[in-house]
């Protein structure tokens, strides 16, 4: 039973640090990949982050490259979003996602957290 729960957002301000972590209370399998989502008000949910839980291979958009490093602890079950040189148009919900197959396409994840929000002020 998939079950997954972001923690760590927050309230920031423009140029500063923080770490997301999205715990799944049941099993992840070596075939299946977790990803970060975003949504803003008005705006419709945007991939961020993609990683492949049994290689580890990661992958991004364009807009947090450089900037966003998602990571995995498989023993903890615990996929990670750590994000940097944060600024305004950042701030929006983010969500974590399981797929079993590649995609950036949030239709294409079967299981979804509530989401925590993340708000940067300028």
């Known amino acids: 039973q998939v079950q997954l729960v972001e923690s760590g957002g927050g309230l920031v301000q423009a140029g500063d640090s923080l770490r997301l972590s999205c715990t799944n209370a049941?099993?992840?399998?070596?075939?299946?990949?977790m990803g970060w989502f975003r949504q803003a008000p008005g705006k419709e949910r945007e991939f961020v982050a993609l990683?492949?839980?049994?290689?580890?291979?990661?992958y991004y958009a364009d807009s947090v490259k450089g900037r966003f490093t998602i990571s995995r602890d498989k023993a903890k079950e615990t996929t990670y979003l750590e994000m940097s040189e944060l600024n305004p148009e950042d701030t929006a919900i983010y969500y974590c996602?399981?797929?079993?197959?590649?995609?950036?396409?949030?239709?294409?994840?079967?299981?979804w957290g509530p989401g925590t929000q993340v708000t940067v002020s300028s």
């Open positions: 996602a399981r797929a079993t197959s590649y995609s950036t396409y949030a239709r294409d994840f079967d299981h």
């Open positions: 049941g099993r992840t399998y070596s075939s299946h990949l």
């Open positions: 990683i492949r839980w049994g290689t580890g291979r990661e």
